[in-house]
């Protein structure tokens, strides 16, 4: 018999985007805070690395892959929860967590939330640093003072609490979701589960944490010119 | 020992529903929970009332038909265990206990703690079993299994179709039940030429039930009387993939 639907409109298809999307967007945020660890080099170490990455004429190309991944999570996930939530329409009186094995956590309970502010934070982030709100700062030796850029919004106290909210957030998000894609994607073997569920929460609380301290470095030790 | 119970009753599947108030007095902490029940409905018949009406047969943890949700757990606090293998000495007197039936829009109410859990049974009909003649007895040596994969089978068979996985995940999804029959059939020889098949076919079924999606927090494996480990959902997805690049 021929399936009824496409491959990834089945709820193990759609489990199979969510996962792939969910671990391109991780290593994507991998990369993203290694470059970001150079801003401890100083200006001109962080200004030359965030110009050779501009400068790169396929960079175009990579943002509309990366834009593409987000895109593909977000319409999947939401859909997906939206389905979930008509499957049990009547709920229980009184409903708890079984305990024993289960992988059930206050972040894996909350993964539509976290998302949504992610998405949230998203425009926020972009706004502030793609386009600086409109204000952007020359570096002599070419392409923008990112540094500058940085240190500039960070100045700002009620941009440094929203920015820490948004990495406890991404690390909820990924206490339960960098291992969970692993699951999604049909890697579940016992000896590799055993590495899989501490690594994926030592990948959010790496994450989190690394912008979370840059975010703090920049606040209080940032050198405004 | 007595108890106070807070027990579903719902006239019929699209009557409303609400919870009730019992006592069940002289429990002896020997009782199964299934038993406590009886006798508090040899209690109402007395009065003339309606007995709770609650699903049970073989009462040794083997048939899959008792489904109760105590206390928000499927099946009750004890792990690996039916409900009609539950006791009442894992209960304390005075206790109050709540009784659900399991939830889910595939499996919609009868009456009280009733379900009707017959999707199940038209996953397993859309390619849960082998139709191939595998002919006569011929020697078990004949054809070699290796032994982690005839345990893994086994343990996949264990699942007894109770539908808790469907009744504990917070998607009402039926992945755990599914990957379970998908694991021990594609891991058997005779399992094999409708291995792709099957797969598809199941998983279309289980999705037009209304059972939804699985986000991996395990409280299926959790609540499993067999402790059908959900690395078979991984299996599942794998067969999956397999299935659909192979045609
Ligand atoms: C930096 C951005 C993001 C990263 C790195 C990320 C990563 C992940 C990962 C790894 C998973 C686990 C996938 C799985 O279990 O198969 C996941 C799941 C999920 N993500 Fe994201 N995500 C991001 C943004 C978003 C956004 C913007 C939304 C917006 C709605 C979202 C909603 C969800 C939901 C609801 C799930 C759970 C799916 C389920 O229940 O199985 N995520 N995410
Ligand atoms: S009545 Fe058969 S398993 Fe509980």
């Known amino acids: ?56 004429p396929l960079l175009p190309l990579v943002e509309l892959v990366l834009l593409s991944w987000f895109v593909i999570h977000i319409y999947k996930t939401v859909r997906n929860f939206l389905s979930n939530q008509t499957a049990r329409p009547v709920a229980y009186q009184k409903k708890k967590s079984a305990g024993h094995t289960t992988r059930k956590t206050f972040a894996s309970s909350t993964m539509i939330f976290s998302g949504l502010w992610l998405f949230a934070f ?92 840059i975010a703090l470095f920049a606040h209080f030790y940032g050198v405004r010119s | 020992m007595r108890l106070n119970l807070k027990i579903w009753r719902q006239a019929g599947p699209t009557a409303p529903g609400r919870l009730e108030d019992y006592t069940a007095d002289s429990v002896s902490p020997d009782m199964s929970f299934l038993e406590m029940l009886d006798v508090v409905n040899e209690g109402l018949i007395v009065k003339g009332k309606d007995a ?28 690996g265990t039916t409900v009609c293998q539950l006791h009442m000495r894992r209960f304390k007197d005075g206790e109050t206990v709540t009784i659900e039936p399991w939830r889910a829009k595939a499996f919609p109410v009868v009456k009280d703690l009733v379900v009707d859990r017959s999707a199940f049974d038209r996953i397993i009909a859309a390619g849960g079993f082998v139709s191939i003649n595998a002919g006569g007895a011929q020697d078990a040596n ?75 927090e395990g409280e299926c494996e959790a609540v499993c009387p067999k402790e059908i480990p959900i690395s078979n959902i991984a299996r599942m997805t794998r067969e999956y993939v397999m299935a659909r690049l192979s045609k």
């Open chain 2, 142 to 216: 004949n054809i070699l299994i290796p032994k982690d994969v005839c345990d893994a089978a086994m343990d996949s068979a264990a699942c007894i179709g109770c539908g808790a996985c469907v009744a504990a995940c917070k998607n009402a999804s039926a992945h755990l039940f599914m990957s379970a029959k998908i694991s021990h059939l594609s891991l058997l020889p005779q399992g094999q030429q409708e291995r792709y098949t099957r797969v598809t076919a199941m998983i279309d079924q289980a999705d037009s039930e209304g059972f939804g999606s699985c986000s991996n």
């Open chain 1, 122 to 213: 998203l425009l926020v982030h972009v706004k502030a640093f793609h386009d600086g709100w409109g204000t952007q700062y020359e570096w002599p030796a070419g392409g923008r003072d990112l540094y500058r850029q940085e240190m500039e919004t960070f100045a700002n106290p009620v941009m440094v609490g929203f920015y820490i909210i948004s990495m406890l957030v991404v690390g909820s998000h990924l206490w339960h979701g960098a291992s969970s894609a692993f699951q999604s994607l049909g890697a579940d073997k016992p000896a590799w589960t055993r590495v899989i569920l501490p690594a994926g929460k030592a990948i959010a609380v790496l994450v989190a944490g690394g912008f979370i301290v």
């Open chain 2, 52 to 79: 709770i009406a609650f699903d049970s047969d073989c009462r040794e943890g083997i048939c899959g038909t008792c489904s109760l949700v105590i206390d928000g757990v499927a099946h009750g606090p004890d792990r």
């Open chain 1, 1 to 56: 018999m021929a399936p009824r639907t496409g491959i990834f409109s089945s709820s193990v298809g759609t489990k199979i985007l969510i996962g792939l999307t969910g671990v391109l967007l991780v290593v994507y945020l991998l990369i993203h805070i290694a470059g970001n660890m150079v801003v401890f080099l100083g200006p001109a170490a962080f200004n030359t690395y965030a110009f050779t990455l501009e400068s790169n």
